[in-house]
Each structure stands twice: as structure tokens, then as C-alpha cells.
């Protein structure tokens, strides 16, 4: 690699966010946010799934997983680590 690469590099980790902890309150209000995005989703997929060639199962039942992560990662709004792991799925 070249100087210029490495220079390349260290900016492009410094870029990267170091991880601070959210406060519950803000955490919270991105983790509502992200189950939202997710649940638009699921009904997307299924009209994008009854226009297609797939058999009706695999049009209903890829939807299906999406929407089983998403009540998963609803239903236990207390915790940080185990709610936030269906979501990012």
C-alpha cells in the first residue's frame, strides 16, 4: 500500500463512529423507528411477492420471517441486546 492508501485508510476509520452509549430515551425512539421501517416492509414484499413467479408459499412465508423478527424484536422493549438483534437481522 502506498502513503496515499494509508492516508485513505485513517480517514476512513476515523469516519467510523466510536460507539458511545445511548441514553434509554434515544435508543428507545431508534429502535421504534427501525421496527416501523421494518414493518413497511412486510406488506411491500407481499405485493412484490404476488407479482412474481414464486410459488405461494415462498410469497407469503419470506414476508412471514421478516414480520416474525419484527414482533420478536417488539415484544421485548425492556433490553437493549436482545430486542435489537431481529431488527439489524
Do not use: C, F
Not at 494509508?6 to 434515544?26: C, D, F, H, Q, Y
Not at 411491500?44 to 414476508?63: D, F, N, S
Not at 416474525?68 to 436482545?82: D, F, M, N, Q
Amino acid at each position: 500500500m502506498t502513503a496515499a492508501d494509508w492516508s485513505i485508510m485513517t480517514n476512513l476509520v476515523a469516519a467510523i463512529p466510536r460507539g458511545a452509549r445511548l441514553s434509554k430515551e434515544s435508543w428507545a425512539a431508534r429502535h421504534a423507528i427501525v421496527l416501523r421501517l421494518v414493518w413497511l416492509h412486510v406488506p411491500g414484499l407481499v405485493i412484490v411477492g404476488l407479482a412474481g413467479p414464486q410459488p405461494w408459499w415462498e410469497r407469503l412465508a419470506l414476508p412471514g420471517v421478516i414480520a416474525v423478527l419484527a414482533a420478536a424484536a417488539g415484544l421485548a422493549r425492556t433490553e437493549r441486546a436482545r430486542p435489537s438483534w431481529p431488527a439489524s437481522a
